[in-house]
């Protein structure tokens, strides 16, 4: 039975053998199949035909008919204006083929949906892709090209076969006219100055002191450089990286990062830890290692989640919120070494090599340690690993060695401290962040113990922390959950559960978010202008809604809803999602245009609204060794605006070629041609293998 079959009546395409065009024969549209009747019923009316090509696996095909073929008012203006024509390009190559031709000699961009508009006798004069319902990102709309061209028809019909180059100039300024007050990559190249601006090339990071991580600024620079190839980009982000990651502000002995540094060398940190520094950083860091390949930066992800899976997980498996700087009524005593201390609890050979690799000193290493006459030191890295290696004139595997062996000991001896004090509550929108990370770092590192915790944290919230009617909590605490969901409970928990099925493919994480999503409309969205409030509207009214937008030290719920919008987009083929993505960007258009470098996580939006953008549908099951190479090529690459789908050998959604696992490509609203080779995979991607 197909969607819609019980409320509409089928159409001409029901006595169709095709799958794809029996995918449409509920649709309201009038559709004819490609034949001599159509063109004849053409002539009869005297009105233009309206060809669409695509076939039963390509994304965007699937996009439009739920946009526009499904939609009354479009089908309305369609059979108005035209007689409407469905071809499968895979039962009727000929026709796809040719039409391709006039697409490329048309000069646009040439993939699947293909739509063509012609005369009676078959002489195109319009053509295009993926063309959505209403006018967004500079793409004229249905709702606004059909009553054109049917003035144009009307009133210039004996024209049209010689004016397609016209027509198309045409198009393409009613596509400017429609894009009014958007943004588009400008936007980003202004952030992306101010950056350059602000970079401490020196120490890395932006400003002085003190200095924030704010991993939002790294991954939108990530962006920018793949976007760019701008070598700057990049640089600034690998420097504040590693600069970070040998400083005080990480904790060298028992991992995870402090919340910032109050001085510009990353050396003095303000010693609490926080759950969601943790998640957003394994992101920057994650990223940053696809997107180069450094070790470092792989391990860090590593030492990061190993400091949250051990010290931040509770017995049930979500996350606690933070830990304190103070013990004993001092701030980062539990962290301080005396020169001392590094002696007593390492032999001599080790306390030597661990006073030279930390910068400790008798005095103390920073200035407040020194002042008190305390002797107390913030161990960091006074070089990289692989400098040090070189200068102590060790091998490699030797001097991991003896850095683990340092490394457990002072742990061990650090444990028997008096702990800061830990907050156990559990806040569902840091969860979502942790859940988010630990989900990327399994998929692109290949370690399933994060996967499993990601959705170990995951159930615990669907169980604990959503009532009956599918509404979200914001905090449980002693056993109870309490306060109903914020905005950014409900945009950040769906980015982890989109990231669950990123790295599993489980569809039921899928599901869930898009539910979480509609839900998050249902109670946040302004529904007369646009924009998500921060507080839901069945909540205590006596103070005023506002919508967050700043992205401070985390993103706000409505950056991360936008890309959240972006990618539910793509994966279920519901172009609602991107429309609202369309308002959210006007709404805060002037935010952005204002300060874009306050806004970074949004324009991480905002780049994968403007593209391109691809989308991968994966078709197999995930143990068959050519999806598994498929799979290692998509892991291996910083691919930053890919969304990826797996459909298994059960599902009818596309054929294997020659029966190994095979990728569809989709690119900028168009289908590219399916492939079961992991290199030519990545050349539609853009990617070419060194």
């Not at 796809?96 to 040439?110: A, H, I, T």
């Amino acid at each position: 039975m197909y969607k819609g079959s019980r409320e509409r009546k089928p159409n001409r395409l029901i006595h169709e053998k095709s799958p794809y065009l029996l995918q449409h024969a509920y649709n309201p549209v009038d559709w004819y199949p490609w034949s001599e009747a159509a063109f004849a019923e053409a002539v009869a009316r005297d009105k233009p035909v309206f060809v669409s090509i695509g076939y039963s696996s390509c994304h965007w095909c699937h996009v439009m008919e739920k946009e526009s073929f499904e939609d009354e008012e479009v089908a309305m203006l369609m059979n108005d204006a035209f007689v409407c024509i469905k071809v499968d390009r895979e039962e009727r190559p000929d026709i796809d083929s040719f039409y391709m031709k006039v697409c490329q000699l048309m000069g646009q961009n040439c993939g699947w949906p293909l739509n063509l508009i012609m005369t009676p006798n078959k002489n195109p004069f319009f053509v295009a892709t993926y063309i959505p319902k209403n006018s967004r990102f500079g793409a004229v709309g249905m709702t606004e090209l059909i009553p054109y061209v049917k003035k144009i028809w009307e009133t210039r019909r004996l024209e049209l076969e010689a004016m397609g180059i016209e027509i198309r100039n045409r198009i393409e300024l009613l596509e400017k006219r429609s894009a009014g007050a958007g943004l588009d990559k400008t936007v980003l190249d202004d952030a992306y100055e101010w950056f350059v601006l602000n970079f401490d090339s020196a120490h890395g990071g932006f400003y002085g002191a003190p200095k924030f991580p704010v991993p939002h600024n790294l991954l939108f620079l990530l962006r920018y450089w793949y976007r760019t190839k701008e070598k700057e980009a990049l640089e600034m982000v690998q420097r504040t990286l590693r600069a970070m990651r040998l400083g005080g502000i990480f904790d060298q002995v028992g991992f995870g990062f402090h919340r910032y540094s109050t001085d510009a060398e990353w050396l003095v940190p303000h010693f609490e830890k926080m759950l969601y520094d943790q998640a957003l950083l394994v992101l920057a860091y994650i990223e940053a290692y696809q997107a180069t390949g450094d070790e470092m930066f792989k391990v860090t992800a590593e030492e990061i989640l190993e400091y949250v899976l051990r010290d931040l997980a509770s017995p049930e498996g979500v996350f606690y919120s933070s830990e304190d700087a103070d013990s004993e009524g001092e701030e980062g005593k539990f962290y301080l070494w005396t020169e001392e201390e590094i002696k007593s609890a390492l032999d001599s050979e080790d306390a030597a090599l661990a006073i030279r690799i930390f910068g400790i000193k008798p005095e103390g290493n920073y200035a407040e340690a020194i002042r008190r006459r305390s002797g107390r030191n913030i161990l960091h890295l006074v070089k990289p690993v692989t400098e040090l290696t070189h200068e102590l004139h060790l091998p490699s595997d030797e001097f991991n060695f003896k850095l683990n062996k340092i490394l457990h000991m002072l742990f061990e001896t650090r444990e028997r401290r008096v702990h800061p004090a830990k907050d156990t509550k559990v806040l569902l929108d840091w969860n979502g962040l942790m859940i988010a990370a630990l989900a990327k770092a399994s998929f692109v590192l290949n370690k399933p113990l994060y996967l499993k915790a990601a959705v170990t944290a995951a159930e615990f919230i669907l169980r604990n922390m959503k009532s009956e009617n599918g509404t979200l909590y914001h905090i449980y605490a002693k056993g109870e959950k309490a306060v109903s969901g914020f905005l950014d409970d409900y945009a950040f928990f769906v980015w982890g559960l989109l990231e669950i099925y990123a790295a599993s493919f489980e569809n039921k994480y899928l599901q869930t978010a898009n539910e979480l999503t509609q839900t998050m409309i249902e109670k946040f969205w302004d529904k007369t202008v646009g924009g998500f409030y921060f507080t839901a509207k069945d909540v205590d009214e006596s103070v005023a809604r506002i919508k967050e937008v700043y992205d401070g030290a985390m993103p706000s719920g409505n950056s991360v809803a936008l890309l959240n919008l972006l990618r539910l987009a793509r994966l279920t083929s519901e172009p609602a999602y991107e429309t609202m993505a369309q308002q959210l960007l006007k709404i805060f258009s002037e935010d952005l245009k204002r300060a874009p470098a306050a806004h970074t996580f949004m324009l991480t939006g905002l780049d994968f609204a403007v593209g391109p953008t691809y989308q991968v549908t994966l078709v197999g099951d995930t143990d068959e060794e050519n999806m598994r190479c498929l799979l290692n090529a998509l892991k291996s690459h910083y691919l930053p605006n890919v969304t990826v789908s797996l459909r298994s050998n059960n599902e009818v959604v596309g054929e294997k070629i020659e029966g190994k696992a095979t990728a569809y490509v989709c690119s900028e609203r168009r289908c590219l041609p399916p492939t079961n080779d992991a290199e030519k995979m990545l050349r539609l991607l853009g990617i070419s293998e060194q």
